[in-house]
C-alpha cells in the first residue's frame, strides 16, 4: 500500500513539475505536500500525518531571523511576513500556529527589519501624531454624545416628581 502510494506521489509530482518550473526546495515540499494528502484521502495513518504537521522543521531561533522568516511547518523562507502564507498554504491562523509551535505572542510574525522599517516610515510621515488627533476627535465626540443623554435621564427624572 505505502508503494503505491509513492508511485502515486511520484506521478502526481512529476506532472505538476513537467508544466512547472519548481526549485529543489519547492519540490520536496511539494511531493511531502502530495504524499501526506494522498496518505489521508486513503486513510492510511491518518494520526501519522498529523504528526508530521505538527513537527516543525526548524528551530526558532532559525526560523525567526532578522531579514527574514521561515515557516515551520512547510520550511519556506525569504519572507517578510508569515501571516498570509498561513492562510493561503497551510489555511492556518497565526495563533494556532503559535499554539503548535508554542511560540509566545510576543514574538511577532514579521522580520524584524521590516518591522523597524514600516515603524521608521509611518514615524516619518507622522502617522501616530494622526492617529492620536483623531482618536482625540473621537473620544470628543463620544464624550458629546453621552452628555446630552445624561441631561435629558436629570429633567426626565424631575418631571416625574
Same mark, same amino acid.
Given at each position: 500500500?505505502? =508503494?503505491?502510494?509513492?508511485?502515486?506521489?511520484?506521478?502526481?509530482?512529476?506532472?505538476?513539475?513537467? *508544466?512547472?518550473?519548481?526549485?529543489?526546495?519547492?519540490?520536496?515540499?511539494?511531493?511531502?505536500?502530495?504524499?501526506?494528502?494522498?496518505?489521508?484521502?486513503?486513510? #492510511?495513518?491518518?494520526?501519522?500525518?498529523?504528526?508530521?504537521?505538527?513537527?516543525?522543521?526548524?528551530?526558532?531561533?532559525?526560523a525567526?531571523?532578522?531579514?527574514?522568516?521561515?515557516?515551520?511547518?512547510?520550511?519556506?523562507?525569504?519572507?517578510?511576513?508569515?501571516?498570509?502564507?498561513?492562510?493561503?498554504?497551510?489555511?492556518?491562523?497565526?495563533?494556532?500556529?503559535?499554539k503548535?509551535?508554542?511560540?509566545?505572542?510576543? =514574538?511577532?510574525?514579521?522580520?524584524?527589519?521590516?518591522?523597524?522599517?514600516?515603524?521608521?516610515?509611518?514615524?516619518?510621515?507622522?502617522?501616530?501624531?494622526?492617529? #492620536?488627533?483623531?482618536?482625540?476627535?473621537?473620544?470628543?465626540?463620544?464624550? +458629546?454624545?453621552? #452628555?446630552?443623554?445624561? *441631561? +435629558?435621564t436629570?429633567?426626565?427624572?424631575?418631571?416625574?416628581?
Amino acid at each position: 500500500m505505502a =508503494q503505491t502510494l509513492l508511485e502515486l506521489t511520484a506521478s502526481i509530482v512529476s506532472a505538476h513539475a513537467s *508544466v512547472t518550473e519548481m526549485s529543489g526546495e519547492e519540490l520536496l515540499q511539494e511531493i511531502q505536500r502530495v504524499f501526506s494528502s494522498l496518505q489521508v484521502l486513503e486513510g #492510511a495513518a491518518p494520526d501519522a500525518a498529523g504528526e508530521l504537521a505538527k513537527a516543525p522543521t526548524m528551530s526558532l531561533k532559525k526560523a525567526f531571523q532578522p531579514d527574514q522568516i521561515f515557516c515551520m511547518i512547510c520550511g519556506k523562507g525569504g519572507m517578510k511576513t508569515l501571516t498570509r502564507h498561513l492562510s493561503q498554504v497551510h489555511g492556518m491562523k497565526p495563533r494556532e500556529y503559535r499554539k503548535q509551535f508554542g511560540i509566545p505572542s510576543s =514574538q511577532s510574525l514579521t522580520a524584524k527589519n521590516f518591522s523597524d522599517a514600516r515603524r521608521k516610515m509611518a514615524n516619518e510621515r507622522g502617522l501616530a501624531d494622526n492617529l #492620536a488627533k483623531a482618536r482625540a476627535v473621537r473620544a470628543a465626540k463620544l464624550a +458629546k454624545a453621552k #452628555a446630552p443623554a445624561a *441631561v +435629558k435621564t436629570k429633567t426626565s427624572k424631575a418631571k416625574k416628581a
